[in-house]
């Protein structure tokens, strides 16, 4: 394990990461943005998040993800349209995808 | 806002629904500590990147490709493509973030579970008590978590068994599906996310999600006589 390339990396990682987290507040900080674009920098917050969450749901590396992860998010999200509690959705879904695998479902 | 308001601005639903974010936070943690030390790496390169990347996706990424024999290069490469996305959060997120000390701190702890949470609530103290709450507790939670998992080596490495791979999407979900309720930025949102799953399977890690902005394209900002009296 070359250790000086590692850290090299590692600490590239950690200063380009918190550059992007910080460039939002920055810029929002530097220029008067308009309502009409505010607007649309909320949506695309929202826009990104929901494809986090189909990706992470269907897919595992440049693959599918399977059927029980799906089930388990969808089991979720049902709940949550029916506004079921927080607790409920997560314990449902994780339950369901533990469930599927322990019967063999991948 | 002062971290003694935070806790008395927090609703007792909200602090309890953070509160279980961040345990299953902290058992991915565990998993990410054992697979990292499990597939030879030392023992602090798991718990380094956790508290000055502190992005679980890219740290995940990171030592998987160096456990294949990656470079860390390019692991470093993947990791900070995958953290594109904070650009976004910020944007949307920057009131709750603060300035001065507080944009420093209130940045390193962006992440998509606190981004969720802030943007889930109606008012701004609200919003700011969760982006906080959600930041630290992930934050502790996380870094303990990995310490552990490091520290217990092949104990705990697939957390898959127990389904928390398919608890954080629905999380997530459950998280901005209100904000789903505007037509506009569903139909956005759903042009996004089927970008982002056609693209996948042919772009590296990240990508796909920033792509996913070209669903952006069909949001319409709502006419101000249609918006609600604030």
């Known amino acids: 394990m070359n250790t000086p390339l590692l850290l090299t990396g590692i600490g590239i990682l950690a200063v380009g990461t918190f550059s992007l987290r910080i460039a939002g507040p920055v810029l929002r900080s530097r220029f008067e943005i308009p309502e009409r674009i505010q607007g649309l920098l909320a949506a695309a917050a929202i826009v990104l998040l929901t494809a986090l969450v189909a990706t992470a749901a269907l897919t595992a590396g440049s693959g599918s993800a399977g059927i029980a992860r799906p089930a388990g998010v969808l089991v979720g999200g049902v709940l949550a349209w029916r506004k079921a509690p927080f607790v409920l959705i997560v314990v449902a879904a994780a339950a369901t995808a533990a469930g599927l695998r322990l019967l063999g479902v991948p | ?230």
Request: aromatic share 10%; proline share 5%.
């Open chain 2, 1 to 230: 806002m002062s971290m003694r308001s935070i806790w008395r601005t927090l609703d007792r639903r909200l602090a309890r629904d953070i509160g279980l974010v961040c345990l299953a936070d902290g058992v991915v943690g565990l998993s990410y500590g054992a697979i990292s030390v499990g597939g030879g790496l030392p023992w602090w390169v798991p718990v380094l990147l956790s508290i000055v990347v502190f992005a679980g996706a890219s740290q995940f990424l990171f030592v998987g490709i160096v456990i294949a024999g990656g470079s860390p290069i390019a692991a470093m490469i993947a990791g900070v493509l995958v953290n594109t996305r904070h650009v976004a959060f910020g944007l949307a997120v920057s009131d709750e973030v603060g300035s001065g000390w507080r944009r420093w701190l209130g940045s390193h702890l962006m992440t998509d579970e606190n981004v969720a949470f802030a943007i889930g609530q109606d008012n701004p103290r609200q919003r700011r008590a969760a982006y906080w709450a959600g930041g630290i507790g992930i934050f502790i939670c996380w870094n303990i978590g990995v310490l552990l998992g490091s520290a217990a080596g092949s104990v705990i490495t697939d957390t898959d068994v127990f389904g928390l791979d398919a608890a954080f999407p629905a999380v997530l979900l459950a998280l901005v599906l209100p904000a789903l309720r505007d037509r506009s930025t569903r139909t956005a949102a759903l042009v996004g996310a089927v970008v982002a799953l056609a693209t996948t399977p042919f772009l590296p890690a990240g990508l796909p999600v920033l792509f996913a902005s070209a669903g952006l394209l069909f949001y319409r900002t709502p006419k101000p006589a249609l918006e609600p009296a604030a």
